[in-house]
């Protein structure tokens, strides 16, 4: 079955740690996105990518990196420049524009 | 980019009962999406307007879009207590290659 795979669900962070997060598809998707939730809110938009070696920064990028070497792959790192990354990270892939997005099942960081 | 504004905030219903779920964003669209989201998990893709269309319908959703207005509206009828989550309105914005969530609305129906 196709879809988005991601991992680890839960990660805990110690402070000053870089952490990976990895989102796998096998939907032949050229674009993949990351979104950060915070509690009770809506979705912000992390890092986009619209095809292999080339991605965007989004709403809120201070403090995070990404990678997109393979169509499949888009692992996103938080760094420890990101200052407040306890939070629920989605990962979707899909061009919006016919079907709307497929998105993972998420990984909830949290800062210990 | 700017996220759109849901209303209400949450809503709490009956089973049996519709429930009625309001979108309003600020700029140009292609198309409005709306999803889903259990407690917990990903988001699930419920159904996508055109900004060319006023009106689209899958089994018990019904969705209306007002580009005048800037707004979208998502009715769900005959509602399940299986239908409790958190529905968030999405807007390709013209020009953009991304979505844009809006704040959601929380769902409750009681059985």
């Known amino acids: 079955d196709g879809g988005i795979t991601q991992s680890p669900k839960y990660l805990f962070r110690k402070e000053g740690q870089n952490v990976t997060l990895s989102c796998e598809q096998n939907?032949?998707?050229?674009?993949m996105y990351w979104y950060r939730q915070d509690p009770g809110q809506g979705l912000r938009l992390i890092y986009y990518s619209q095809i292999v070696n080339d991605f965007q920064k989004g709403d809120i990028a201070e403090g995070y990196s990404v990678s997109r070497e393979k169509k499949e792959s888009f692992p996103l790192t938080v760094t420890s420049a990101q200052k407040n990354p306890t939070a629920f990270y989605l990962c979707a892939s899909g061009t919006g524009r016919v079907d709307g997005y497929t998105f993972g099942s998420g990984t909830r960081l949290t800062v210990v | 980019s700017q996220q759109g504004e849901e209303d209400p905030q949450a809503l709490s219903i009956q089973e049996g009962e519709n429930a009625t779920m309001n979108c309003s964003y600020k700029t140009s669209i292609n198309n409005l999406q709306w999803y889903r989201q259990n407690s917990g998990r990903g988001l699930v893709h419920l159904i996508l307007i055109r900004s060319n269309e006023r009106e689209k319908h899958s089994g018990r959703l019904r969705v209306t879009l007002d580009t005048s207005k800037k707004s979208s509206s998502l009715l769900i009828t005959a509602s399940r207590a299986a239908d409790t989550a958190s529905y968030f309105c999405a807007t390709d914005e013209t020009g953009f290659q991304k979505l844009v969530f809006g704040t959601g609305t929380r769902l409750l129906v009681s059985p």
């Open positions: 939907l032949n998707h050229d674009a």
